[in-house]
Structures are given as structure tokens and as C-alpha cells.
């Protein structure tokens, strides 16, 4: 019993250090590469660690058209099945929609990046004429199945949680369907279905196997900058190819430690955005 | 509250007055049930063409369920429902529910401005053209003008209770509704709120029909022209106002009016 | 009129429904897919190795279960306590402000990738604390990565309990411990295995982190302790992906992520299950 205070006291002091040791440590072990390097190569075009040439925009080109594209699947269709399931159909049928997102969110990565590589990989190569398939719509693809259960899941409850009195008022004001949906619905659920879209950008973010797997892992620019079909890297799949050769202390090793800092960065910047726009809300 | 009840006055009333009046809502024979639940069994009236009539009963009674079948809110019912001489099930459920406003226990604004909420109901053509002496007009009726005449651009969750459920009979009143139903609207107000609403309502009962739920004997003796008494999903009792306070012809209505309970 | 207005209703649903159809399409089909390619490569002679060389196949699963599995408990084991530390300390010490630091630290922690937390545990177990690929340098990792899911379900737990059971309590004179194990515990602790489960269903699907830093592509059966290296599934499906190619590859590489999956689900399924049942409890 009197241990009971200084023992609380005592873990959440040591998890805060822990907390301010992660950003601590990932700046200090990719200092040696900002100081050598400089901040200007967020902007350069070519990485080749063996000549010391560390441009990190293809890599950031590549994780932004990634989750564009998986995003710009992955909402609508979320969005649209949380209606459908929610709104259209029996309660029964929107339980097993939900109980199979369930289980999709839970299957791990590398298992989707298996799917990506075996199944999506030889589809795309046949219906693109490409090489190999590897490309960055197939990371984006991959993304979207992966993120989709996190979007439709969010917003299957954001459009439950808006109240039954709200939906009888415009019920009893005459409003048509798709006016009751449209003008009271996803208004009032719009600031949690958005939590789940950010959510799902960080997830996507941060993905790093199923991706790895996929991409190709080809560090260069894509030519032209719209190409989505040439093999391509991200932030992530740069980390996971090629941290297993980069010598400890070597400015290589210090490269990916930036860009894991940089990842940790965006990923803050995604969560506080939402976090403020919650908040304000 | 006894020694209203056992006044006895004297008043010749015309017989029959419900069927004097030309009838509007029919209720043949209607029957509800909710999970193997009957909530409403074999319910028949006929209700007058104006004034407030007062739905009361025990809680469990089916008012509100009743309420929510006739603006189709609730569609699984056997029976048939009569509108101007056409069965509900025949009309257009969006048009029928405009022509029928249902107001509820809370009021439930939504996060718009007041002036939006008021329009909330009308088309998008019908919002773009509204001109303001309409506005006016339903805002008046549901005696909200004067508090919110120079706020009207104001989120409306910073009304008070009161005059949120003011608000929503604006919204219905603005659809120029043939019938109002309102569900206890002034159960979560306070005595000032619950005196201007039924005065407004009061004025506005004259012309037409308003089905008002209440759980209040003393509210709906003092508001109502009608009134129907239910108990268990069934229609006990129905008719003017003080026959049905001074001889209750039914030993349930007696007994409702003695202890507020009632055993059907 | 009514025509147009039959045809628009129409319109709306029906685009609905087809921009959802893939989602309710796509993943019955993964998952039925990974089942057809994974479950004929599940037997006794892919489990146990019996009879196969190379590519690290003739060990047979059971080494990679026990690694991944080991992997699992040790970070659960650590990140548990810290968690109910934390959360007990929310709510018992913290004041408003401390409290919202808290809340909004632990967002941002889950908002920081798993793979930034390997580097992380690369860069400070694994280099700096001389701790090597371990096991507990994965451990370690994997328990930061589930920290924050296992506080924010336990200050969920603990939220759940009314402030009357908390105040009348306090007014018979329970102090902080009683508190603790007389009221809350018994509240709480569906809720809190509840988010136990998810985080061991968590530990075990994450890859990326402890890919360098916890697990070698073969050579281990049985770490000796927690300062060897240990192979996992979920490692070891990818190490099989990037080889390719040879058919029986392909195939054990199904077997061992329908494995995966399996027991993913097994804990994740158990959690929903929890508190579904939970849920009800409450309700009625």
C-alpha cells in the first residue's frame, strides 16, 4: 500500500523518459548525417549510398503517390460500404460485413504483401504489359485493401454513433433519403469518419513489409512524375531493404536513421492535425 | 388535482360530436407488433378535423408508437390508415411525413444556424427562394420570434431547451403542415417554456388537428378539446374533453385519473 | 416528377452499392485465396521438416511458432504492467493538465510507424546497450509499439466505471489499494483482457521492427535465452517471399501465413468475442 504511489510515480516517470528517448536517439543517430549532407537533400533526385549521393525526394515522391492512390481508393469505397451496410441493408448483413473487416484488419502485413506479390503482381504485369509488376499502383493498390477495414470500420460507427432523434427529426421534416444522408448523416459523423481517414494515412504511412515487397525498389525518380507503373521506393521500403547492410555508424546507417526520423515526423504531423482539428471541433 | 376531478358541472354537449366534424385521419383496425411483441392491437378512431386532441395513457401504451405509425416513421403494421380518404400506404412517405409534422420528447436541433434549422425541412430551390417573411411567419407561430429576431445567423445548439423545441416547431410549422403530432414536447422544459408553447399551440389548434401525447392529466385537461385514452396498445376511451373528465364512461379511465395507473 | 424522383433515389443507392462492392468483393477473395494456396501446404512434413533441404525448410514451423510466439508474451509481458502503471496514475494522481499531456503523448506515440521503432531499438538495444539481434531487443520493441493500445484500452476500462461506484466507495474509507483490487479490478478486467488479446494480436502481426533486430533467416531452433537472435513466421514468410520462384517455396510460404493468420485471429477473434459478450453484459 505505501509502495503503491511512489511505484506509479516510478513507471510513468520511466515511460515518459522512454517517450522522449525515441526522438532523443533518432536525431542523434542521424546527425552525422544532416551535418554532412545538409538539409538540402530532402530536395535532391539520386541515392546511391555507395557514392554518397543521398537524395531523398524520389523516396518521398514514392511513400506520397503510394498513399494518394490507396487513399484515393480506399475512402470512397469505405465511406460507401459503411453506408450501404449501416443505412441499406439488414442489421444481420452489416454485422458479417463488419465481422469480415474485422478480421481483415486483423491479418498481418506480410501477408498482404504475399497477396501483393503472388496475386496482384502478375495481374498488373498482364493487364500493364509491364517487366515485372512491380510498381508504385501496386503498393498503392496493396495499401488500399490493407487501410480499407480501418476506414470502413471508423466509419460504420461514426454514422451508428449520430443519435436516433436526430434521424427521426429528419425523418419527420419529410427529407428524402438521400437528404436525410447528405444533409444530417454524414455531416455530423464527418469529423470521425475523417479521424479514421487520418488514421488510415498514417497506417499507410508507415507500412512497411507488404509495400517492401511490391514497389521494386528502384531508387529513382519516377519518369515522368505521374508514372505510377515503373518500380519505385518509399521511405519505409528503403529502411527495410537496406538497413540490413548499412554498417553500424557509417553515414548509410545514419541516412535511414533520417529517414525513419522523417517518417516519425510526418506521422506526428498527421496525428496532431487531427488531434487539433478534434479538439476545435 | 381530486377536487377538479370531482367538480361536477353541468354542460349539455352536442351528442356525436365526433362524427359532426368532418373527419380527416381514419385508423381502421390497426395492429403493431415488435419483436413478437404487440405494442398496438386493433386500434379504431376517427379523429376530429381541428383542435388539440390528447393522446394520453399509462407509460407502455403505445401512444408514441402510435404517433410514429401515422407519419410511417414505423411501416410494419396491419390495418389501414386513412388520410383525406386515401390510405397512407398509397402516398408518398417523404410528401405525407411534410404534411404531417411529428415534434418530439427533445427537441433535436441541428448543428446549423437557427435560420437553417427553420428552413432545414424545405427543398433546395424552395431554401434558395425562401423569402423572409416566411421565415417570420413560422418563427412567430411557434412564438420564437421576439428572442431570436436579431440571432437568426447563431449556431442553434446555443438556445436554450425551451426554445430549441420552439425551434423545431418552426421547422415543422414552416412545411405548412395539414396535422401537427407532438410527442410530450414539453416534458423536458421548464414551467415558463411548457405555458408559451401551449398557448401558441392553443392558437394554432384552431385550425388545424393536433395530436398531442401526454403523460400530464392536468396539461391535457387544460389544453385539449379531445381526448384519447389508451392503455395496453388499445383505444379505451375517446371523447370530448370534459365528458371525458366529469363522466368517464369507462372504470379504466376512473381508475387512471384516481392513482395514474390503470389495469387493462 | 415522382418518376424523376424514383430514378434519382435509384441513382444514389445504386452508385453506393457499386462503389462498395469491392469492398465487400476483395477481401472475401484474399481471404479465400490464402486459404486455397496455404491450407494443402500445411502437413506434418512442412510443420515438423521431416525430409526437406534448403531455404532454411528443414526445420520444419515449430521454431518459428515458439519464436514468434515468444516474442509475443515477452512484450505483453513487459508492456502489461507499465500499461496498468500508467493508467492507474492517469486516473488516481494526474491532475486535468498532466492528464491531457498524456492522452495526447499516447496519440502521438501511436501515430510514430512500427518501423521507427525498430530503428529506434536498432540503433539504442541493439549498437548502443551492446544487446545484439536478441530476443530482447524485439521484446522490448514489440512493447513499446503495443504500449499505447494497451493504455488507451485500460483508461478505457477504468473510464467505464461510474464515478458513484468510485465516490461511494471512497466514502466508506477504502484507500487507493482497496480501491484498486475491491472496485475497480472486478469492473475492469474484461475490458482489460480484452485489450491484453489485441495486443498480443498486434505483437504478432507486426514484421518490419523486428525484422533487423530480433530474428535471423535460419540457423536457430531454440534460443538458448533472451540474448540470441530467434526465427519467427512472420519473418520467415517474408525471407521465403524474397526468394520466390520454386513452387514448394511458394506453397510453404501460404502454410505458414495461413498459420499466422490463424493464430492472429485466435486472439484477435477471442478479444471481439470478449466484448461483444462484455457489451451485453453491460447493456442488459
Given at each position: 500500500?505505501?509502495l503503491?504511489?511512489p ?10 523518459l522512454?517517450?522522449l528517448a ?5 536525431v542523434q543517430?542521424?546527425a552525422p548525417?544532416w551535418a ?7 530536395t ?7 557514392e554518397?549521393l543521398?537524395?531523398m525526394?524520389p523516396?518521398?515522391?514514392?511513400s ?8 484515393f481508393?480506399?475512402?470512397p469505397c469505405g465511406?460507401?460500404t ?5 443505412e441499406?441493408v439488414?442489421?444481420s448483413?452489416a454485422?458479417?460485413?463488419r465481422m469480415g473487416?474485422?478480421?481483415l ?5 506480410i ?7 503472388w496475386l ?6 498482364a493487364s500493364?504489359?509491364l517487366l515485372?509488376g512491380h510498381?508504385?499502383l ?5 495499401l488500399a485493401?490493407?487501410i480499407?477495414p480501418?476506414i470502413t470500420l471508423?466509419?460504420m460507427?461514426a ?6 432523434t436526430?434521424?427521426?427529426a429528419g425523418?419527420s421534416?419529410?427529407?428524402?433519403w438521400e437528404?436525410?444522408?447528405f444533409?444530417?448523416?454524414l455531416p455530423?459523423?464527418?469529423?470521425a469518419?475523417?479521424g ?6 498514417g497506417?499507410a504511412?508507415g507500412e512497411?513489409?507488404a509495400?517492401?515487397l511490391?514497389?521494386?525498389s528502384?531508387d529513382?525518380?519516377p ?6 507503373l515503373?518500380?519505385a521506393?518509399?521511405?519505409?521500403s528503403?529502411i527495410?531493404r537496406e538497413?540490413?547492410?548499412a554498417?553500424?555508424?557509417s553515414i548509410?546507417?545514419s541516412a535511414l536513421m533520417a ?5 516519425a515526423l510526418?506521422?506526428?504531423s498527421?496525428?496532431l492535425f487531427?488531434?487539433?482539428?478534434v479538439?476545435?471541433? | 388535482?381530486p377536487?377538479q376531478?370531482?367538480?361536477?358541472e353541468t354542460v349539455?354537449?352536442?351528442?356525436n360530436?365526433m362524427?359532426?366534424e ?6 381502421d383496425?390497426?395492429?403493431l407488433q415488435?419483436?413478437g411483441r404487440?405494442?398496438?392491437s ?16 399509462p ?10 405509425c ?6 410494419q403494421w396491419q390495418?389501414?390508415i386513412t388520410?383525406?380518404?386515401?390510405s397512407?400506404r398509397?402516398r ?7 404534411q404531417i409534422g411529428?415534434?418530439?420528447q427533445k ?20 431554401r434558395?427562394?425562401i423569402?423572409?417573411?416566411?421565415i ?5 407561430q ?7 429576431e436579431h440571432?437568426?445567423g447563431?449556431p442553434?445548439?446555443h438556445?436554450s ?5 420552439r ?7 414552416i412545411?405548412k403542415?395539414d396535422?401537427?403530432m407532438l410527442d410530450?414536447?414539453?416534458s423536458?422544459?421548464d414551467?415558463r417554456?411548457r ?7 392553443m392558437?394554432l389548434?384552431?385550425?388545424?388537428p393536433?395530436?398531442w401525447?401526454s403523460?400530464?392529466l392536468d396539461q ?8 384519447l385514452f ?9 371523447s ?17 385519473m384516481r392513482w395514474?395507473v390503470?389495469d387493462? | 416528377?415522382m418518376?424523376w424522383?424514383?430514378?434519382?433515389q435509384y441513382r444514389?443507392?445504386?452508385l453506393?452499392?457499386l462503389?462498395s ?6 477481401p472475401?477473395i ?8 496455404g491450407?494443402p501446404?500445411?502437413n506434418?512434413?512442412t ?6 533441404t534448403?531455404?532454411?525448410l528443414?526445420?520444419?514451423m515449430f521454431?518459428?511458432i ?8 515477452g512484450?505483453?509481458?513487459l508492456?502489461a504492467?507499465?500499461?496498468l ?7 488516481l ?11 495526447t503523448l499516447l496519440?502521438l506515440?501511436?501515430s ?8 529506434f531499438g536498432?540503433?539504442?538495444?541493439v549498437h548502443?546497450?551492446?544487446l545484439?539481434?536478441s530476443l530482447l531487443?524485439?521484446?522490448i520493441i ?5 504500449l499505447p493500445?494497451?493504455?488507451?484500452n485500460?483508461?478505457h476500462?477504468?473510464k467505464?466505471i461510474s464515478?458513484?461506484q ?6 466508506l474509507?477504502?484507500?487507493d489499494m482497496q ?10 478486467w474484461p475490458t482489460?483482457l480484452t ?13 518490419a521492427p523486428i525484422?533487423?533486430t530480433?530474428?535471423v533467416?535460419?540457423?536457430?531452433l ?5 540474448f540470441e537472435?530467434?526465427t519467427t513466421?512472420q519473418?520467415?514468410i517474408f525471407y521465403?517471399?524474397q526468394?520466390?520462384g520454386n513452387a514448394?517455396?511458394?506453397s510453404i510460404?501460404w502454410?505458414a501465413?495461413?498459420?499466422l493468420?490463424?493464430?492472429?485471429l485466435l486472439f484477435?477473434?477471442t478479444?471481439?468475442f470478449?466484448r ?8 442488459s
Amino acid at each position: 500500500m505505501i509502495l503503491l504511489k511512489p511505484g506509479l510515480y516510478l513507471i510513468t516517470s520511466f515511460i515518459a523518459l522512454l517517450v522522449l528517448a525515441v526522438p532523443f536517439f533518432l536525431v542523434q543517430a542521424s546527425a552525422p548525417f544532416w551535418a554532412s549532407a545538409g538539409i538540402m537533400v530532402l530536395t535532391g533526385t539520386e541515392w546511391f549510398p555507395y557514392e554518397m549521393l543521398f537524395g531523398m525526394l524520389p523516396a518521398i515522391i514514392g511513400s506520397t503517390w503510394a498513399i494518394l492512390i490507396a487513399l484515393f481508393i480506399a475512402i470512397p469505397c469505405g465511406v460507401a460500404t459503411a453506408i450501404v451496410t449501416t443505412e441499406l441493408v439488414s442489421s444481420s448483413l452489416a454485422s458479417a460485413t463488419r465481422m469480415g473487416m474485422e478480421v481483415l484488419a486483423a491479418i498481418p502485413s506480410i501477408v498482404y504483401g504475399l497477396i501483393g506479390l503472388w496475386l496482384l503482381l502478375p495481374l498488373l504485369q498482364a493487364s500493364f504489359d509491364l517487366l515485372s509488376g512491380h510498381s508504385l499502383l501496386a503498393a498503392g493498390l496493396i495499401l488500399a485493401l490493407m487501410i480499407l477495414p480501418l476506414i470502413t470500420l471508423m466509419s460504420m460507427d461514426a454514422l451508428k454513433l449520430v443519435s436516433s432523434t436526430q434521424r427521426e427529426a429528419g425523418m419527420s421534416l419529410g427529407l428524402s433519403w438521400e437528404a436525410l444522408l447528405f444533409r444530417v448523416l454524414l455531416p455530423q459523423a464527418w469529423p470521425a469518419i475523417r479521424g479514421g481517414i487520418l488514421l488510415a494515412m498514417g497506417r499507410a504511412l508507415g507500412e512497411t513489409m507488404a509495400v517492401m515487397l511490391v514497389v521494386g525498389s528502384l531508387d529513382r525518380m519516377p519518369e515522368p512524375i505521374m508514372n505510377v507503373l515503373q518500380p519505385a521506393q518509399t521511405l519505409t521500403s528503403r529502411i527495410g531493404r537496406e538497413i540490413g547492410e548499412a554498417a553500424f555508424g557509417s553515414i548509410h546507417f545514419s541516412a535511414l536513421m533520417a529517414c525513419g526520423l522523417l517518417l516519425a515526423l510526418i506521422g506526428l504531423s498527421i496525428s496532431l492535425f487531427a488531434h487539433t482539428r478534434v479538439v476545435k471541433a | 388535482m381530486p377536487q377538479q376531478l370531482n367538480r361536477i358541472e353541468t354542460v349539455v354537449k352536442p351528442v356525436n360530436t365526433m362524427e359532426v366534424e368532418a373527419s380527416r385521419l381514419c385508423i381502421d383496425h390497426l395492429s403493431l407488433q415488435l419483436e413478437g411483441r404487440a405494442i398496438l392491437s386493433k386500434l379504431s378512431t376517427t379523429l376530429p378535423a381541428t383542435g388539440i386532441i390528447a393522446l394520453i395513457g399509462p407509460s407502455g401504451a403505445g401512444k408514441s408508437t402510435l404517433l410514429r405509425c401515422l407519419n410511417r416513421l414505423y411501416e410494419q403494421w396491419q390495418g389501414d390508415i386513412t388520410w383525406a380518404g386515401q390510405s397512407i400506404r398509397n402516398r408518398d412517405t417523404d410528401l405525407l411525413r411534410r404534411q404531417i409534422g411529428l415534434i418530439g420528447q427533445k427537441p433535436a436541433v441541428f448543428p446549423c444556424s437557427i435560420r437553417d434549422n427553420v428552413i432545414f425541412g424545405l427543398s433546395r430551390q424552395q431554401r434558395r427562394a425562401i423569402a423572409d417573411e416566411e421565415i417570420y411567419k413560422a418563427l412567430q407561430q411557434a412564438a420564437l420570434w421576439q428572442e431570436v429576431e436579431h440571432r437568426l445567423g447563431e449556431p442553434a445548439e446555443h438556445l436554450s431547451v425551451g426554445q430549441q423545441q420552439r425551434l423545431c416547431l418552426a421547422r415543422a410549422l414552416i412545411l405548412k403542415p395539414d396535422m401537427l403530432m407532438l410527442d410530450e414536447p414539453t416534458s423536458a422544459l421548464d414551467p415558463r417554456s411548457r405555458d408559451i408553447i401551449e398557448r401558441s399551440m392553443m392558437e394554432l389548434g384552431r385550425s388545424m388537428p393536433l395530436l398531442w401525447v401526454s403523460h400530464d392529466l392536468d396539461q391535457a385537461r387544460r389544453i385539449s378539446n379531445h381526448i384519447l385514452f389508451m392503455c395496453d396498445g388499445k383505444l379505451i376511451e375517446q371523447s370530448d374533453t370534459e365528458s371525458f373528465f366529469n363522466q368517464p364512461k369507462r372504470i379504466e379511465s376512473r381508475e387512471f385519473m384516481r392513482w395514474s395507473v390503470c389495469d387493462c | 416528377m415522382m418518376f424523376w424522383k424514383a430514378l434519382r433515389q435509384y441513382r444514389v443507392k445504386g452508385l453506393l452499392i457499386l462503389i462498395s462492392l469491392p469492398a465487400l468483393v476483395l477481401p472475401t477473395i484474399s481471404l479465400v485465396y490464402i486459404l486455397w494456396q496455404g491450407l494443402p501446404a500445411l502437413n506434418w512434413q512442412t510443420l515438423s521438416g521431416e525430409g526437406v533441404t534448403g531455404f532454411g525448410l528443414e526445420h520444419g514451423m515449430f521454431g518459428q511458432i515458439w519464436g514468434s510466439l515468444l516474442l509475443m508474451l515477452g512484450a505483453n509481458v513487459l508492456a502489461a504492467p507499465a500499461a496498468l502503471g500508467l493508467a492507474l496514475f492517469f486516473n488516481l494522481y494526474a491532475n486535468d493538465n498532466t492528464q491531457r499531456t498524456i492522452f495526447t503523448l499516447l496519440h502521438l506515440l501511436q501515430s510514430i510507424p512500427p518501423i521507427v521503432y525498430g530503428l529506434f531499438g536498432l540503433f539504442v538495444f541493439v549498437h548502443l546497450l551492446h544487446l545484439g539481434i536478441s530476443l530482447l531487443a524485439g521484446m522490448i520493441i514489440l512493447a513499446m509499439i503495443i504500449l499505447p493500445l494497451l493504455v488507451l484500452n485500460a483508461l478505457h476500462a477504468l473510464k467505464a466505471i461510474s464515478v458513484e461506484q468510485t465516490e461511494s466507495a471512497r466514502s466508506l474509507g477504502l484507500n487507493d489499494m482497496q480501491l484498486i483490487c475491491r472496485v475497480w479490478a472486478p469492473l475492469a478486467w474484461p475490458t482489460m483482457l480484452t485489450g491484453q488479446l489485441l495486443g498480443m494480436a498486434r505483437a504478432l502481426s507486426e514484421t518490419a521492427p523486428i525484422l533487423f533486430t530480433a530474428t535471423v533467416f535460419s540457423g536457430v531452433l531454440w534460443p538458448s535465452s533472451i540474448f540470441e537472435p530467434v526465427t519467427t513466421l512472420q519473418t520467415h514468410i517474408f525471407y521465403l517471399a524474397q526468394e520466390g520462384g520454386n513452387a514448394h517455396v511458394v506453397s510453404i510460404a501460404w502454410g505458414a501465413a495461413t498459420l499466422l493468420i490463424a493464430l492472429v485471429l485466435l486472439f484477435s477473434l477471442t478479444a471481439l468475442f470478449l466484448r461483444r459478450i462484455d457489451q451485453h453484459h453491460r447493456i442488459s
